[in-house]
């Protein structure tokens, strides 16, 4: 095969997988929030305590990281929020609420949402034990908080998810505004409520994230933190879009954190039409509003 027509093929397969991954989208050109409402902000919490370093294997160290998150960090934001009446969605693996499982009511009972963050953190490849490991967490999340989640922060597969009556989850990163993404057969549509990772708080101030090395260990000061979703608040704010902050409550529960945050939602709370829904609302809205142009769950 010639340099040319090996060229022309590769670039047919880079248009045909655009194509593909073009019909697996679709997007919403601007959100109709209900009157007098300029934007929402969702607050989110990931609430991983120690699992998610269990999983990694890290040193006790770690552990001990992500424990605090489930003695303190959980409990000092959600009376940050109690205090501000702003709603957070809490995405919690299965298996905290063994962990900690007065905290998990206790976000509930204070009128937040419980949404899945899989089992024990992580996606089976086995579409089977896949199975089994939703319907585990979304049982226990429904025994613990009392209310059976319908959103999720995962790789779940997306047939799975609406199957256990999910209606969005909250995972991309393919545009700022709320969008559908469907299967690669073109099927099982969800909505997905799309985060990034330079408004996720572990990106600024995790120390050791990851098991990574020396050069990747940031413990950013908070102040400019600040200074960086305020301008990512207001560049959407603008244009009538959406925010997702991503909080981890063993990160972003530390005091010096606590406060920056309670600052951040001050100001932003300045500013007329500010929503700041949980993500069951916020999806709920969008369902309505913007429905995709076949049901959730088909083509
Ligand atoms: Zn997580």
Redesign the pocket.
Known sequence: MSMTDQLSNEIEALEAAARAAEAQHEFIEEIAYPAGVQMAVNFTC?F?AML?RRVLNEPPMQLAQGEFGGRVGIWRLLELFNGHGVKTTV?TPGRICELYPKAVAAVAQSGHEVAD?MWE?QVPKDLQLEADHLRKSTQALEATAGIRPVGSRSWHTQSLLLEEGYIYNSHGTAHHLPYYVRDRDGENCLLNLPFHFAIDDAMFFSFAWLASGNGAQRITEPGRVMELWWDAFLQQYRQGGYLNICL?PFVSGRALRIEMLDRLITRMKSMPGVWFPSCEEMARHCLAKHPPSAPLGEK
Do not use: G, S
């Open positions: 990931d991983d998610l995405f963050h953190h981890h």
